[in-house]
Protein backbone atom coordinates (compact mmCIF):
# COMPACT_ATOMS: atom_id res chain seq x y z
CA UNK A 1 0.00 0.00 0.00
CA UNK A 2 1.52 3.09 -1.19
CA UNK A 3 1.46 5.81 1.78
CA UNK A 4 -0.37 8.43 0.20
CA UNK A 5 -3.31 7.49 -2.42
CA UNK A 6 -4.90 10.00 -5.02
CA UNK A 7 -7.56 9.43 -7.14
CA UNK A 8 -6.02 9.97 -10.60
CA UNK A 9 -9.38 11.50 -12.29
CA UNK A 10 -9.80 12.72 -14.94
CA UNK A 11 -12.67 14.66 -13.06
CA UNK A 12 -14.54 17.10 -15.36
CA UNK A 13 -16.69 20.13 -13.59
CA UNK A 14 -18.85 22.64 -15.59
CA UNK A 15 -17.92 26.19 -14.94
CA UNK A 16 -18.83 27.68 -11.31
CA UNK A 17 -19.05 24.29 -9.68
CA UNK A 18 -17.75 22.86 -5.94
CA UNK A 19 -14.91 20.79 -6.71
CA UNK A 20 -13.80 18.26 -3.73
CA UNK A 21 -10.00 16.65 -4.08
CA UNK A 22 -9.09 13.86 -2.21
CA UNK A 23 -6.05 12.16 -0.39
CA UNK A 24 -5.93 9.39 2.11
CA UNK A 25 -2.39 8.36 3.74
CA UNK A 26 -1.45 5.54 5.67
CA UNK A 27 1.63 7.04 7.82
CA UNK A 28 0.20 8.47 10.78
CA UNK A 29 3.81 10.42 11.19
CA UNK A 30 2.77 12.46 8.41
CA UNK A 31 1.63 16.29 10.47
CA UNK A 32 2.09 19.06 7.47
CA UNK A 33 -0.38 18.95 4.81
CA UNK A 34 0.46 20.45 1.28
CA UNK A 35 -1.65 20.69 -2.18
CA UNK A 36 0.25 21.56 -5.40
CA UNK A 37 -1.19 22.77 -8.56
CA UNK A 38 0.68 21.31 -12.06
CA UNK A 39 -0.20 23.04 -15.40
CA UNK A 40 0.73 21.03 -18.22
CA UNK A 41 3.90 20.90 -18.88
CA UNK A 42 5.34 23.07 -15.45
CA UNK A 43 6.24 23.04 -12.45
CA UNK A 44 4.38 22.21 -9.65
CA UNK A 45 3.27 25.04 -7.59
CA UNK A 46 2.57 25.53 -3.90
CA UNK A 47 -1.53 26.25 -3.39
CA UNK A 48 -1.49 25.55 0.04
CA UNK A 49 -0.42 24.17 3.29
CA UNK A 50 -1.91 22.90 6.88
CA UNK A 51 -0.39 21.47 10.08
CA UNK A 52 -2.57 18.69 11.99
CA UNK A 53 -6.12 18.40 11.58
CA UNK A 54 -8.41 21.67 10.96
CA UNK A 55 -9.66 23.64 8.10
CA UNK A 56 -7.49 26.76 6.23
CA UNK A 57 -9.32 28.49 3.65
CA UNK A 58 -7.42 31.15 0.95
CA UNK A 59 -9.87 32.80 -1.56
CA UNK A 60 -12.03 30.06 -3.02
CA UNK A 61 -9.55 27.34 -1.95
CA UNK A 62 -10.39 25.38 0.99
CA UNK A 63 -8.00 22.88 2.71
CA UNK A 64 -9.43 20.29 5.08
CA UNK A 65 -7.51 17.49 7.23
CA UNK A 66 -9.02 14.85 9.18
CA UNK A 67 -6.20 13.56 10.74
CA UNK A 68 -8.43 10.63 12.76
CA UNK A 69 -9.86 9.24 9.26
CA UNK A 70 -6.15 10.10 7.57
CA UNK A 71 -8.14 12.04 5.17
CA UNK A 72 -7.07 15.53 3.47
CA UNK A 73 -9.53 17.49 1.05
CA UNK A 74 -9.08 20.42 -1.53
CA UNK A 75 -12.33 22.33 -2.00
CA UNK A 76 -12.57 24.81 -4.68
CA UNK A 77 -15.44 27.29 -5.39
CA UNK A 78 -16.52 29.01 -8.03
CA UNK A 79 -14.25 27.03 -10.35
CA UNK A 80 -12.92 28.56 -13.39
CA UNK A 81 -11.64 26.84 -16.50
CA UNK A 82 -8.21 28.68 -15.35
CA UNK A 83 -8.53 26.36 -12.61
CA UNK A 84 -7.76 23.09 -14.85
CA UNK A 85 -4.52 21.53 -14.01
CA UNK A 86 -2.96 18.43 -11.89
CA UNK A 87 -3.51 19.11 -8.05
CA UNK A 88 -1.28 16.96 -6.28
CA UNK A 89 -1.58 16.14 -2.43
CA UNK A 90 1.68 15.75 -0.42
CA UNK A 91 2.63 15.34 2.91
CA UNK A 92 5.51 15.64 5.28
CA UNK A 93 7.16 13.96 8.66
CA UNK A 94 10.05 15.58 10.27
CA UNK A 95 12.82 12.77 9.76
CA UNK A 96 16.36 13.04 10.86
CA UNK A 97 17.71 14.73 7.88
CA UNK A 98 15.34 16.65 7.20
CA UNK A 99 11.60 16.72 5.80
CA UNK A 100 10.56 13.88 3.91
CA UNK A 101 7.92 14.92 1.37
CA UNK A 102 5.52 12.47 0.05
CA UNK A 103 3.10 13.47 -2.92
CA UNK A 104 -0.03 11.63 -3.66
CA UNK A 105 -0.22 10.84 -8.37
CA UNK A 106 -2.35 13.95 -8.34
CA UNK A 107 -5.66 14.55 -9.69
CA UNK A 108 -6.38 15.78 -13.21
CA UNK A 109 -8.87 18.77 -13.47
CA UNK A 110 -11.12 19.92 -16.19
CA UNK A 111 -13.25 23.00 -16.19
CA UNK A 112 -15.84 23.29 -18.84
CA UNK A 113 -17.03 26.85 -19.90
CA UNK B 1 13.98 37.42 -10.40
CA UNK B 2 14.61 34.75 -7.65
CA UNK B 3 13.77 31.25 -8.99
CA UNK B 4 14.90 28.24 -10.16
CA UNK B 5 16.15 27.14 -13.74
CA UNK B 6 16.16 24.23 -15.26
CA UNK B 7 17.55 23.65 -18.60
CA UNK B 8 17.21 22.47 -21.26
CA UNK B 9 13.29 22.66 -21.75
CA UNK B 10 13.47 19.51 -24.17
CA UNK B 11 16.46 17.14 -24.50
CA UNK B 12 16.66 14.21 -27.09
CA UNK B 13 19.69 11.28 -26.86
CA UNK B 14 20.26 8.33 -28.40
CA UNK B 15 20.25 4.86 -26.20
CA UNK B 16 23.59 3.95 -23.89
CA UNK B 17 24.16 7.64 -23.69
CA UNK B 18 24.88 9.76 -20.29
CA UNK B 19 22.98 12.85 -19.88
CA UNK B 20 23.13 15.83 -17.84
CA UNK B 21 20.15 17.73 -16.40
CA UNK B 22 21.27 21.16 -15.06
CA UNK B 23 19.22 22.96 -11.99
CA UNK B 24 20.03 26.28 -10.58
CA UNK B 25 18.58 28.37 -8.10
CA UNK B 26 18.93 31.50 -6.53
CA UNK B 27 16.81 31.65 -3.54
CA UNK B 28 20.29 30.73 -0.97
CA UNK B 29 17.97 27.61 -0.46
CA UNK B 30 20.04 24.79 1.24
CA UNK B 31 18.50 22.21 0.50
CA UNK B 32 17.96 20.93 -3.78
CA UNK B 33 15.58 17.91 -4.67
CA UNK B 34 15.29 15.92 -8.31
CA UNK B 35 12.28 14.32 -8.75
CA UNK B 36 10.70 11.81 -11.86
CA UNK B 37 7.35 12.32 -12.84
CA UNK B 38 5.86 9.72 -15.30
CA UNK B 39 2.10 9.23 -16.49
CA UNK B 40 0.07 7.96 -13.71
CA UNK B 41 2.77 8.10 -11.16
CA UNK B 42 3.23 11.02 -9.60
CA UNK B 43 6.38 12.49 -8.17
CA UNK B 44 9.42 10.02 -6.97
CA UNK B 45 12.03 11.20 -5.61
CA UNK B 46 15.61 10.64 -7.54
CA UNK B 47 18.36 12.32 -4.90
CA UNK B 48 17.75 15.08 -2.81
CA UNK B 49 21.01 17.46 -0.98
CA UNK B 50 20.29 19.32 2.49
CA UNK B 51 23.80 20.94 2.17
CA UNK B 52 26.93 21.47 -0.29
CA UNK B 53 29.03 18.14 -1.02
CA UNK B 54 26.20 16.10 1.01
CA UNK B 55 23.16 14.14 -1.17
CA UNK B 56 21.09 11.19 -0.33
CA UNK B 57 19.45 8.94 -2.72
CA UNK B 58 15.71 9.37 -2.84
CA UNK B 59 13.23 6.21 -3.96
CA UNK B 60 14.38 5.73 -7.19
CA UNK B 61 18.64 6.70 -7.10
CA UNK B 62 19.53 3.69 -9.59
CA UNK B 63 20.85 4.30 -12.96
CA UNK B 64 21.18 8.27 -11.69
CA UNK B 65 23.99 10.66 -9.98
CA UNK B 66 24.10 13.85 -8.61
CA UNK B 67 26.68 16.27 -7.33
CA UNK B 68 26.51 19.45 -5.27
CA UNK B 69 29.38 21.65 -5.52
CA UNK B 70 27.81 24.65 -5.29
CA UNK B 71 24.75 25.83 -3.11
CA UNK B 72 23.13 27.35 -5.97
CA UNK B 73 23.58 24.14 -8.59
CA UNK B 74 22.02 20.27 -8.44
CA UNK B 75 22.72 18.95 -11.82
CA UNK B 76 21.65 15.37 -12.38
CA UNK B 77 23.03 12.87 -14.64
CA UNK B 78 20.63 9.91 -16.28
CA UNK B 79 23.50 7.18 -17.13
CA UNK B 80 23.11 4.06 -19.31
CA UNK B 81 22.10 2.15 -16.45
CA UNK B 82 18.95 3.65 -16.08
CA UNK B 83 16.42 1.24 -17.64
CA UNK B 84 13.38 3.73 -18.42
CA UNK B 85 15.34 7.34 -18.42
CA UNK B 86 12.54 8.59 -20.78
CA UNK B 87 10.53 11.09 -18.34
CA UNK B 88 9.92 14.66 -16.91
CA UNK B 89 12.60 15.55 -14.69
CA UNK B 90 11.85 18.35 -12.11
CA UNK B 91 14.16 19.82 -9.90
CA UNK B 92 13.14 21.97 -6.34
CA UNK B 93 14.63 23.61 -3.24
CA UNK B 94 13.61 24.26 -0.14
CA UNK B 95 14.97 26.30 2.91
CA UNK B 96 15.95 22.85 4.46
CA UNK B 97 16.48 22.49 8.57
CA UNK B 98 17.68 26.14 8.30
CA UNK B 99 14.19 27.17 7.55
CA UNK B 100 12.15 25.23 9.75
CA UNK B 101 8.11 23.80 9.10
CA UNK B 102 6.97 24.29 6.32
CA UNK B 103 9.68 23.85 4.27
CA UNK B 104 8.29 24.88 1.17
CA UNK B 105 9.61 23.08 -2.04
CA UNK B 106 9.76 25.25 -4.93
CA UNK B 107 9.73 23.75 -8.38
CA UNK B 108 11.56 24.85 -11.49
CA UNK B 109 9.73 24.57 -14.74
CA UNK B 110 11.24 20.84 -15.75
CA UNK B 111 13.16 19.25 -18.07
CA UNK B 112 11.40 16.34 -20.74
CA UNK B 113 14.06 14.00 -21.72
CA UNK B 114 13.29 11.53 -24.80
CA UNK B 115 15.58 8.62 -25.21
CA UNK B 116 15.10 7.13 -28.66
Known amino acids: QKEVEQDPGPLSVPEGAIVSLNCTYS??????FMWYRQYSRKGPELLMYTYSSGNKEDGRFTAQVDKSSKYISLFIRDSQPSDSATYLCAMSAVINSGYALNFGKGTSLLVTP | DGGITQSPKYLFRKEGQNVTLSCEQN?????MYWYRQDPGQGLRLIYYSQIVNDFQKGDIAEGYSVSREKKESFPLTVTSAQKNPTAFYLC???????????????FGPGTRLTVL
Open chain 2, 27 to 31: LNHDA
Open chain 1, 27 to 32: NSAFQY
Open chain 2, 92 to 106: ASSAGLAGGWPDTQY
